[in-house]
């Protein structure tokens, strides 16, 4: 879906898992699994393609750039989000300056964006991907998930996002096909 409200594939969602150890004060371990009622139909391969997880081992690095999509606010300001699908190029925040500006980053959170502002996810983008590309083979990764941060866009208060890899062992518990 390009336009909000124009799918073409609609499902139910069949089941919900939250991870066990989330916690709403401090949203570590912001992490869900939708599974849907109906597998995406094969006439929807040309527009959709998968996304790996990444590895326990995955590393990203201050610096490298990646996207961010959702439908969410295009500003702080806004009361509603956006009509077409948004994207936006952001690179990840060094993890002690991360830490520095919010003081309660855990291990399974890191920063992304601009510490000057800028670019980021914003109200209405939550639980949406951070994708980022591999430069050795290319295969793009869901590096992240669009979890939490102080406004949208503010200087020194870059966006925060569970880190997928250090939650990939729980993803595989609960969808072994992805391995």
């Not at 391969?45 to 590393?59: E, G, L, R, T, Y």
């Not at 510490?115 to 980022?132: E, V, W």
């Not at 430069?135 to 669009?146: H, P, R, Y």
Request: aromatic content about 12%.
């Amino acid at each position: 879906m390009r336009i909000q409200g124009r799918a073409k594939f609609v499902s139910a969602v069949r089941r919900i898992i939250v991870h066990e150890y989330y916690n709403s004060r401090n949203y570590d371990y912001d992490i869900a699994l939708l599974q849907l009622s109906k597998p995406w139909p094969d006439t929807m391969s040309h527009v959709i393609q998968p996304i790996c997880v990444p590895p326990f081992s995955h590393k990203v690095r201050s610096g490298d750039k990646c996207w961010i999509t959702g439908w969410g606010q295009k500003q702080e300001a806004d009361d509603e989000g956006a009509a077409i699908l948004q994207k936006a190029e952001v690179e990840i925040i060094d993890q002690t300056l991360c830490h520095s500006t919010y003081g309660i980053i855990t291990a399974r959170m890191f920063c992304a964006g601009f510490m000057s502002g800028r670019r980021d996810g914003c109200k209405g983008d939550s639980g949406g991907p951070l994708s980022c590309q591999s430069n050795g083979n290319g295969k793009w990764f869901l590096t992240g998930i669009v979890s939490w941060g102080y406004g949208c866009g503010r200087p020194n208060f870059p966006g925060v996002y569970t880190r997928v890899s250090n939650l990939a062992p729980w993803i595989y518990k609960h969808v072994p096909s992805v391995m």
